[in-house]
């Protein structure tokens, strides 16, 4: 137990440095100040700061389901990603301010790609080949990044339900859209 106090200590002590400044001016030596330790031993739980990191995101990741198969669509699935994101702010937000929403994403971005493809799937009349699933899948990819950056900053003026209710309503108009397009009609 004593090894997982240690790196709980660690990480606190690094999430409160990054909210005074930027995390390349943080040392290993004030880390280990922080935690009465020595400085050799913050490198028997880390290689470097980064590591610490991203020890940091994947304890916090942990008490989100990694499976699609756990929700029941894809709406269950964004509703547990944006109460967990909700749920781990304190510690995803310092890393978010201090390296950029695409290293926190990098942590989502295989379950993320997982669902969009299982979302397009779902709604194409016709199975896209390889290559426009790919496409489809990378697109999205971009706009859900963007958008959990946003929530993650609180930057979205709506609640998890309300937000939920206008992408239902996005997703439904452009796979309704897309129908009608593949089968040669218009959207009047």
Known sequence: MQIEHTKQALAQALL???STKPIEQITVQE???ACHIRRQSFYYHFADVYA???WILTQ???SFSDSWED???WQSYLTA?????DAQRSQYQPVVNALGFGYLYRMFQGDVQLFLRKLILHYAP???SEQELGFLVYYYNKVVASFLDSFLRQELPYSNRELIA???ALVSDHARGAMLRYLGDTLD
């Open 16 to 18: 409160d440095l990054m």
């Open 31 to 33: 880390l280990a100040t």
């Open 52 to 54: 610490l990191v991203d």
């Open 60 to 62: 916090a990741k942990a």
């Open 71 to 73: 929700f029941l669509s």
């Open 81 to 85: 990603l944006l109460t967990h994101l």
């Open 126 to 128: 016709t199975p896209p």
């Open 166 to 168: 206008h992408l239902d």
